[in-house]
């Protein structure tokens, strides 16, 4: 994950059921990890992340944001969507 460039901030904030958040795959380029070990802390430690911090988006969700996103954002051959943000 080294030399990964990241979005600003600003960019990586989508509003979904009206809160702003940032969604795992995101938040865990910012902080180097892969998406699996960011969502492995959340389940292991579900204490220190409040209800209202952490919440899966459904399928239509997932559309909505897809179409609304930039269309620079291309993913690499073979990524695809096993499971929900």
Known sequence: MTGERIAPIEL????????????????????????RVLNQAIKRNPAKFPADFVF???????????????????????QHLKYLP
Do not use: F, K, N
């Not at 990586?12 to 998406?35: N, S």
């Not at 899966?56 to 073979?78: F, H, K």
């Open 56 to 78: 899966q988006i459904t399928r239509d969700e997932v559309q909505e944001m897809r179409r609304l996103r930039s269309q620079t954002v291309i993913l690499r051959p073979g």
């Open 12 to 35: 990586l904030i989508v509003t979904i059921r009206g809160q702003r958040v940032i969604l795992a795959g995101d938040l865990a380029r910012i902080y180097g990890v892969v998406t």
